[in-house]
Protein backbone atom coordinates (compact mmCIF):
# COMPACT_ATOMS: atom_id res chain seq x y z
CA UNK A 1 0.00 0.00 0.00
CA UNK A 2 2.95 2.16 1.23
CA UNK A 3 4.37 1.76 -2.56
CA UNK A 4 1.67 2.69 -4.36
CA UNK A 5 1.34 5.85 -2.46
CA UNK A 6 4.41 6.77 -2.73
CA UNK A 7 4.21 6.00 -6.95
CA UNK A 8 0.99 8.34 -6.67
CA UNK A 9 2.90 10.94 -5.37
CA UNK A 10 5.76 10.52 -7.11
CA UNK A 11 4.17 10.50 -10.21
CA UNK A 12 1.59 13.51 -9.33
CA UNK A 13 4.68 15.57 -8.29
CA UNK A 14 6.65 14.70 -11.71
CA UNK A 15 3.80 15.98 -13.30
CA UNK A 16 2.61 19.38 -11.44
CA UNK A 17 6.39 19.77 -11.93
CA UNK A 18 6.29 20.05 -15.32
CA UNK A 19 3.08 21.81 -15.96
CA UNK A 20 4.56 24.43 -13.71
CA UNK A 21 7.67 24.76 -15.03
CA UNK A 22 6.72 24.49 -18.68
CA UNK A 23 6.87 27.82 -19.53
CA UNK A 24 10.42 28.09 -18.80
CA UNK A 25 11.22 24.96 -20.27
CA UNK A 26 9.35 26.20 -23.51
CA UNK A 27 11.53 28.78 -23.38
CA UNK A 28 14.64 26.75 -23.27
CA UNK A 29 13.12 25.13 -26.35
CA UNK A 30 12.90 28.41 -28.26
CA UNK A 31 16.52 29.67 -27.28
CA UNK A 32 18.06 26.49 -28.16
CA UNK A 33 15.88 26.28 -31.64
CA UNK A 34 16.67 29.89 -32.78
CA UNK A 35 18.95 28.74 -35.40
CA UNK A 36 16.67 26.11 -36.47
CA UNK A 37 13.28 26.79 -38.71
CA UNK A 38 12.47 28.79 -41.81
CA UNK A 39 15.22 31.05 -42.91
CA UNK A 40 15.45 33.50 -45.64
CA UNK A 41 18.94 34.89 -45.35
CA UNK A 42 19.12 36.31 -41.53
CA UNK A 43 15.36 35.91 -41.68
CA UNK A 44 13.61 33.45 -39.62
CA UNK A 45 9.57 33.32 -39.84
CA UNK A 46 7.10 30.54 -39.15
CA UNK A 47 4.89 30.36 -41.76
CA UNK A 48 2.32 28.13 -40.04
CA UNK A 49 0.99 30.77 -37.05
CA UNK A 50 -2.81 30.17 -36.40
CA UNK A 51 -3.07 27.01 -38.51
CA UNK A 52 -4.54 24.13 -37.32
CA UNK A 53 -2.10 21.77 -38.88
CA UNK A 54 1.00 23.49 -37.20
CA UNK A 55 2.32 20.76 -34.57
CA UNK A 56 1.61 21.06 -30.95
CA UNK A 57 4.94 21.63 -29.86
CA UNK A 58 5.12 24.83 -32.27
CA UNK A 59 2.01 26.49 -31.40
CA UNK A 60 2.96 25.92 -27.60
CA UNK A 61 6.49 28.16 -28.60
CA UNK A 62 4.38 30.57 -30.78
CA UNK A 63 1.95 31.03 -28.01
CA UNK A 64 4.74 31.78 -25.84
CA UNK A 65 6.21 34.32 -27.70
CA UNK A 66 3.37 35.75 -29.93
CA UNK A 67 0.39 34.90 -28.69
CA UNK A 68 -2.63 36.30 -30.41
CA UNK A 69 -0.63 36.67 -33.70
CA UNK A 70 -2.05 37.03 -37.11
CA UNK A 71 -1.78 33.88 -39.63
CA UNK A 72 0.54 34.47 -42.70
CA UNK A 73 -2.45 35.01 -44.57
CA UNK A 74 -2.73 38.35 -43.13
CA UNK A 75 0.87 38.79 -41.47
CA UNK A 76 3.97 37.16 -42.09
CA UNK A 77 6.31 37.92 -38.96
CA UNK A 78 10.40 37.76 -40.01
CA UNK A 79 13.30 38.02 -37.24
CA UNK A 80 16.36 38.21 -36.59
CA UNK A 81 19.07 37.77 -34.24
CA UNK A 82 22.07 38.26 -36.67
CA UNK A 83 23.24 40.14 -39.00
CA UNK A 84 23.79 39.02 -42.72
CA UNK A 85 26.99 37.46 -41.81
CA UNK A 86 25.41 35.14 -39.11
CA UNK A 87 27.20 36.90 -36.12
CA UNK A 88 24.62 38.12 -33.31
CA UNK A 89 23.03 41.77 -33.55
CA UNK A 90 24.65 43.50 -30.99
CA UNK A 91 24.49 47.13 -29.82
CA UNK A 92 28.08 47.77 -29.99
CA UNK A 93 27.93 47.99 -33.34
CA UNK A 94 26.40 50.06 -36.15
CA UNK A 95 23.99 48.52 -38.67
CA UNK A 96 22.44 49.35 -41.99
CA UNK A 97 19.70 47.40 -43.60
CA UNK A 98 19.63 47.07 -46.86
CA UNK A 99 16.94 46.78 -49.68
CA UNK A 100 17.87 46.30 -52.59
CA UNK A 101 14.21 45.92 -53.78
CA UNK A 102 10.88 46.37 -52.20
CA UNK A 103 8.99 43.56 -50.35
CA UNK A 104 5.92 41.68 -52.08
CA UNK A 105 3.09 43.57 -50.67
CA UNK A 106 -0.48 44.09 -51.33
CA UNK A 107 -0.15 47.94 -51.15
CA UNK A 108 -3.43 48.35 -53.56
CA UNK A 109 -5.33 47.02 -50.09
CA UNK A 110 -3.64 48.74 -47.78
CA UNK A 111 -0.58 46.76 -46.93
CA UNK A 112 2.70 47.70 -45.57
CA UNK A 113 5.51 46.81 -43.93
CA UNK A 114 7.77 48.01 -40.31
CA UNK A 115 10.90 47.31 -39.20
CA UNK A 116 11.23 47.17 -35.12
CA UNK A 117 14.42 46.98 -33.13
CA UNK A 118 13.70 44.92 -30.04
CA UNK A 119 16.25 44.92 -26.52
CA UNK A 120 17.33 41.45 -25.22
CA UNK A 121 14.43 41.42 -23.13
CA UNK A 122 12.02 41.50 -26.21
CA UNK A 123 10.75 45.31 -25.22
CA UNK A 124 11.15 48.54 -27.25
CA UNK A 125 14.52 50.12 -26.57
CA UNK A 126 14.91 52.71 -24.49
CA UNK A 127 15.15 56.22 -26.56
CA UNK A 128 14.45 59.93 -25.91
CA UNK A 129 13.18 60.65 -29.53
CA UNK A 130 10.63 57.47 -29.04
CA UNK A 131 11.37 56.31 -32.12
CA UNK A 132 10.70 52.46 -32.42
CA UNK A 133 10.18 51.58 -35.97
CA UNK A 134 10.11 52.52 -39.88
CA UNK A 135 7.27 51.79 -41.17
CA UNK A 136 6.41 51.78 -45.19
CA UNK A 137 3.41 51.63 -46.63
CA UNK A 138 4.13 52.37 -50.46
CA UNK A 139 2.70 55.83 -50.24
CA UNK A 140 4.90 57.59 -48.40
CA UNK A 141 5.04 60.23 -50.77
CA UNK A 142 8.61 59.07 -51.99
CA UNK A 143 10.15 59.27 -48.97
CA UNK A 144 11.43 55.91 -49.38
CA UNK A 145 13.06 54.97 -52.26
CA UNK A 146 14.45 51.96 -53.42
CA UNK A 147 17.75 50.97 -53.07
CA UNK A 148 16.99 51.83 -49.92
CA UNK A 149 19.60 51.96 -46.72
CA UNK A 150 18.13 51.77 -43.15
CA UNK A 151 21.11 53.16 -40.31
CA UNK A 152 20.94 51.28 -36.83
CA UNK A 153 22.64 53.01 -34.19
CA UNK A 154 23.14 54.01 -30.81
CA UNK A 155 24.52 57.41 -31.71
CA UNK A 156 21.62 60.63 -31.55
CA UNK A 157 23.20 62.13 -34.50
CA UNK A 158 22.48 59.37 -36.68
CA UNK A 159 18.55 59.80 -35.87
CA UNK A 160 16.81 60.24 -39.42
CA UNK A 161 13.96 59.37 -41.21
CA UNK A 162 15.79 56.37 -42.22
CA UNK A 163 17.13 55.28 -39.01
CA UNK A 164 15.96 53.55 -36.05
CA UNK A 165 18.07 53.61 -32.75
CA UNK A 166 20.00 50.97 -30.52
CA UNK A 167 19.92 49.76 -27.31
CA UNK A 168 21.70 52.68 -25.30
CA UNK A 169 23.31 49.77 -23.22
CA UNK A 170 25.47 47.27 -24.67
CA UNK A 171 23.43 44.45 -25.40
CA UNK A 172 22.08 41.86 -28.19
CA UNK A 173 19.08 42.69 -30.14
CA UNK A 174 16.91 41.49 -32.41
CA UNK A 175 14.90 43.14 -35.69
CA UNK A 176 11.22 42.48 -36.20
CA UNK A 177 10.38 42.73 -39.85
CA UNK A 178 6.58 42.73 -40.31
CA UNK A 179 4.82 42.48 -43.21
CA UNK A 180 0.96 43.32 -43.01
CA UNK A 181 -0.77 41.31 -46.17
CA UNK A 182 2.11 40.07 -48.00
CA UNK A 183 0.96 38.51 -51.92
CA UNK A 184 1.12 34.96 -52.12
CA UNK A 185 4.73 34.81 -53.27
CA UNK A 186 6.05 35.26 -49.47
CA UNK A 187 2.86 33.06 -48.20
CA UNK A 188 4.16 29.95 -49.69
CA UNK A 189 7.66 28.51 -48.40
CA UNK A 190 8.88 27.24 -51.63
CA UNK A 191 8.41 30.71 -52.69
CA UNK A 192 9.17 32.59 -49.87
CA UNK A 193 12.80 31.42 -50.19
CA UNK A 194 13.40 33.58 -53.43
CA UNK A 195 12.46 36.82 -52.38
CA UNK A 196 15.14 39.32 -51.71
CA UNK A 197 14.80 39.89 -48.51
CA UNK A 198 17.04 42.91 -46.84
CA UNK A 199 20.84 42.60 -45.87
CA UNK A 200 21.78 43.80 -42.32
CA UNK A 201 25.62 45.05 -42.48
CA UNK A 202 27.54 45.71 -39.64
CA UNK A 203 29.35 48.82 -40.70
CA UNK A 204 31.15 49.74 -37.13
CA UNK B 1 16.49 1.69 -1.28
CA UNK B 2 15.17 -1.01 -3.59
CA UNK B 3 11.94 1.69 -3.97
CA UNK B 4 13.96 4.63 -4.71
CA UNK B 5 14.66 3.83 -8.33
CA UNK B 6 10.89 3.08 -8.88
CA UNK B 7 10.03 6.55 -7.19
CA UNK B 8 12.46 8.04 -9.47
CA UNK B 9 10.66 6.28 -12.43
CA UNK B 10 7.14 7.57 -11.41
CA UNK B 11 8.46 11.19 -10.93
CA UNK B 12 9.95 10.76 -14.19
CA UNK B 13 7.29 9.25 -16.35
CA UNK B 14 4.75 11.97 -13.81
CA UNK B 15 6.74 14.79 -15.82
CA UNK B 16 6.69 13.28 -18.95
CA UNK B 17 2.97 12.95 -18.79
CA UNK B 18 3.35 16.57 -17.88
CA UNK B 19 5.17 17.90 -20.70
CA UNK B 20 2.53 16.09 -23.31
CA UNK B 21 -0.05 17.96 -21.55
CA UNK B 22 1.63 21.03 -21.46
CA UNK B 23 2.00 21.27 -25.33
CA UNK B 24 -1.16 19.87 -25.81
CA UNK B 25 -3.16 22.65 -23.71
CA UNK B 26 -0.63 25.67 -23.52
CA UNK B 27 -2.15 27.66 -26.25
CA UNK B 28 -5.64 26.66 -24.40
CA UNK B 29 -4.43 27.57 -21.29
CA UNK B 30 -2.91 31.08 -22.38
CA UNK B 31 -6.26 32.38 -24.37
CA UNK B 32 -8.17 31.29 -21.43
CA UNK B 33 -5.91 33.05 -19.00
CA UNK B 34 -6.52 36.14 -21.46
CA UNK B 35 -10.09 35.58 -21.05
CA UNK B 36 -9.72 35.44 -17.23
CA UNK B 37 -7.39 38.94 -17.25
CA UNK B 38 -10.44 40.75 -19.65
CA UNK B 39 -13.30 39.92 -16.72
CA UNK B 40 -11.25 40.92 -14.24
CA UNK B 41 -10.73 44.39 -15.58
CA UNK B 42 -14.92 44.08 -15.52
CA UNK B 43 -15.36 43.47 -19.41
CA UNK B 44 -18.36 41.17 -20.38
CA UNK B 45 -18.37 38.94 -23.41
CA UNK B 46 -18.82 41.13 -25.85
CA UNK B 47 -17.50 44.04 -24.83
CA UNK B 48 -14.86 45.58 -26.98
CA UNK B 49 -11.44 46.74 -25.33
CA UNK B 50 -9.65 49.40 -26.89
CA UNK B 51 -6.39 50.53 -26.88
CA UNK B 52 -6.35 54.16 -27.81
CA UNK B 53 -2.26 55.24 -27.07
CA UNK B 54 0.90 53.70 -29.20
CA UNK B 55 3.02 51.54 -27.63
CA UNK B 56 5.99 52.61 -26.09
CA UNK B 57 9.21 51.62 -24.01
CA UNK B 58 7.33 51.42 -20.93
CA UNK B 59 4.65 48.82 -21.68
CA UNK B 60 5.92 45.99 -20.37
CA UNK B 61 3.04 43.89 -20.81
CA UNK B 62 3.29 41.48 -23.83
CA UNK B 63 7.11 41.01 -25.60
CA UNK B 64 7.30 42.34 -28.87
CA UNK B 65 4.83 44.90 -29.25
CA UNK B 66 4.31 46.63 -32.03
CA UNK B 67 3.97 50.46 -32.85
CA UNK B 68 2.06 50.62 -36.37
CA UNK B 69 -1.03 49.19 -35.13
CA UNK B 70 -3.47 50.17 -32.11
CA UNK B 71 -5.69 47.01 -30.96
CA UNK B 72 -9.64 46.48 -30.06
CA UNK B 73 -10.14 42.88 -28.47
CA UNK B 74 -13.24 41.13 -27.08
CA UNK B 75 -14.19 37.54 -26.05
CA UNK B 76 -17.71 36.31 -27.73
CA UNK B 77 -19.46 33.17 -26.79
CA UNK B 78 -20.42 31.67 -30.39
CA UNK B 79 -21.70 28.71 -28.47
CA UNK B 80 -24.67 30.70 -26.83
CA UNK B 81 -26.03 33.31 -29.30
CA UNK B 82 -25.18 34.56 -32.28
CA UNK B 83 -23.63 38.48 -33.06
CA UNK B 84 -23.70 41.08 -35.53
CA UNK B 85 -20.75 43.46 -35.80
CA UNK B 86 -20.81 46.43 -37.55
CA UNK B 87 -18.06 47.98 -39.08
CA UNK B 88 -17.74 51.59 -40.42
CA UNK B 89 -15.34 52.47 -43.47
CA UNK B 90 -11.45 52.90 -42.40
CA UNK B 91 -9.37 54.53 -45.02
CA UNK B 92 -6.37 52.53 -43.70
CA UNK B 93 -5.14 49.29 -43.20
CA UNK B 94 -7.39 46.93 -40.90
CA UNK B 95 -7.51 43.03 -39.78
CA UNK B 96 -10.36 41.59 -37.67
CA UNK B 97 -8.97 38.28 -36.11
CA UNK B 98 -11.32 35.86 -34.72
CA UNK B 99 -9.27 32.90 -32.64
CA UNK B 100 -10.19 29.87 -31.14
CA UNK B 101 -8.94 28.49 -27.98
CA UNK B 102 -5.83 26.82 -29.38
CA UNK B 103 -4.68 30.13 -30.95
CA UNK B 104 -5.98 28.83 -34.77
CA UNK B 105 -7.52 31.95 -36.99
CA UNK B 106 -10.89 30.63 -37.69
CA UNK B 107 -11.65 33.85 -39.97
CA UNK B 108 -11.01 37.50 -40.77
CA UNK B 109 -12.19 40.75 -41.70
CA UNK B 110 -10.39 43.16 -42.99
CA UNK B 111 -10.29 46.43 -45.02
CA UNK B 112 -10.27 44.41 -48.46
CA UNK B 113 -14.20 43.17 -47.05
CA UNK B 114 -15.82 46.53 -46.31
CA UNK B 115 -16.76 49.68 -48.79
CA UNK B 116 -15.15 52.84 -48.77
CA UNK B 117 -18.32 54.68 -47.51
CA UNK B 118 -20.45 52.75 -45.81
CA UNK B 119 -20.72 50.88 -42.71
CA UNK B 120 -21.13 47.10 -43.18
CA UNK B 121 -23.05 44.46 -41.24
CA UNK B 122 -20.82 40.97 -40.41
CA UNK B 123 -23.04 38.20 -38.61
CA UNK B 124 -20.40 36.00 -36.49
CA UNK B 125 -22.02 32.50 -35.94
CA UNK B 126 -20.74 28.72 -35.02
CA UNK B 127 -23.08 27.74 -38.24
CA UNK B 128 -24.23 28.85 -41.18
CA UNK B 129 -27.40 27.59 -40.39
CA UNK B 130 -28.82 31.83 -39.36
CA UNK B 131 -27.42 33.17 -42.38
CA UNK B 132 -29.88 35.49 -43.88
CA UNK B 133 -29.50 36.02 -47.58
CA UNK B 134 -27.05 38.66 -48.96
CA UNK B 135 -25.29 38.94 -45.42
CA UNK B 136 -21.62 38.53 -44.69
CA UNK B 137 -21.42 35.53 -42.35
CA UNK B 138 -18.03 34.90 -40.41
CA UNK B 139 -18.30 31.08 -38.77
CA UNK B 140 -16.74 30.52 -35.51
CA UNK B 141 -16.88 26.75 -34.72
CA UNK B 142 -15.61 27.45 -31.05
CA UNK B 143 -17.21 27.81 -27.58
CA UNK B 144 -14.91 30.86 -26.83
CA UNK B 145 -13.68 33.01 -29.70
CA UNK B 146 -10.86 35.91 -29.00
CA UNK B 147 -11.45 38.71 -31.54
CA UNK B 148 -8.25 40.80 -32.12
CA UNK B 149 -8.70 43.45 -34.29
CA UNK B 150 -5.57 45.60 -35.84
CA UNK B 151 -6.31 49.28 -36.81
CA UNK B 152 -3.20 50.30 -38.94
CA UNK B 153 -1.90 54.37 -37.83
CA UNK B 154 -1.77 56.85 -40.39
CA UNK B 155 1.52 58.07 -42.00
CA UNK B 156 1.28 61.30 -39.94
CA UNK B 157 0.58 59.31 -36.38
CA UNK B 158 -2.97 61.06 -36.10
CA UNK B 159 -4.88 58.76 -33.87
CA UNK B 160 -8.53 60.24 -34.15
CA UNK B 161 -9.26 58.27 -37.09
CA UNK B 162 -8.19 55.36 -35.50
CA UNK B 163 -9.96 56.21 -32.68
CA UNK B 164 -13.77 57.04 -34.48
CA UNK B 165 -13.19 53.83 -35.78
CA UNK B 166 -12.58 52.09 -32.63
CA UNK B 167 -15.82 53.76 -30.95
CA UNK B 168 -18.14 52.94 -33.79
CA UNK B 169 -17.52 49.16 -34.09
CA UNK B 170 -20.67 47.99 -32.81
CA UNK B 171 -20.98 44.21 -31.71
CA UNK B 172 -24.26 43.07 -30.58
CA UNK B 173 -25.55 40.17 -29.48
CA UNK B 174 -28.51 38.76 -31.75
Not at chain 2, 21 to 33: F, N
Not at chain 2, 149 to 172: E, W, Y
Request: charged share 20%; net charge positive; aromatic share 12%.
Amino acid sequence: MEFVIAALISFSTGLILAVKYFPFILDYVIEKSQKRGFYNGPWKTHLGVGRKKTAKIEKAAIARVGLGANSSDETIYWNAFTDSDGNDLDSRNEYQILFNNDLPIDYINKGFWSITIYGEDKFLVVNPQKKYMIRYSGDNEGALKFPLVLNLSRSGSMISENSIPLPLRFEKFSIALRCYRPLNIMKEQSTSLSISMPLIKKIL
Amino acid sequence: MTILPTILAFLATGFCAGLIVSIQLYPTMEVKRMFRAFKREGYLTGDWKHFGEVVDHNIRVIVKPNCETLYSTTFIKPSDTAYSLLIPPYPEYFSIAFLDTNTDVLGYITNKDILPEETIRFIINRTNHLKPNNENTIIVDSDLCWVIARFGIPGNGDLTSVHTMQNNLILKKI
